[in-house]
């Protein structure tokens, strides 16, 4: 019977992940969700807008409140004829900063990082 050759042991551990490391993971997880949250309950209130919803609704409520606070002075940037399609340049250019702004953070936060 043959014998199956040496291999080298392989290191046990592998180096610690720093704590700085780790705020870091963390800070760029948590600044993704709160853009990409922002960005989407802008993107609902332009389909309660679009697909007019009952305006009793608690989540239609929801929204609509968050969106206008979410919206960064941009939900009257634009004056157009239709009110519908003013929502959706309007919110729409905000959440598209919201995603931009995010993105941009996280790389930074990435970039800085030891």
């Not at 309660?48 to 969106?67: G, W, Y």
């Amino acid at each position: 019977m043959a014998e199956k050759p040496h291999r080298p042991a392989r290191p046990a551990t592998r180096e610690p992940v720093s704590l700085w490391r780790r705020a870091a993971d963390f800070a760029v997880w948590a600044v993704k969700v709160v853009s990409r949250v922002a960005a989407l309950i802008l993107v609902l209130a332009i389909a309660f807008r679009i697909f007019p919803a009952n305006p009793a609704n608690s989540l239609v409520q929801f929204v609509e409140t968050f969106a206008i606070s979410l919206s960064l002075g941009l939900d009257d940037l634009f004056r157009l004829a239709d009110a519908r399609w003013q929502v959706v340049v309007n919110y729409g250019l905000a959440a598209l900063v919201w995603l931009i702004m995010g993105s941009a953070v996280a790389s930074l936060i990435r970039r800085v990082t030891p």
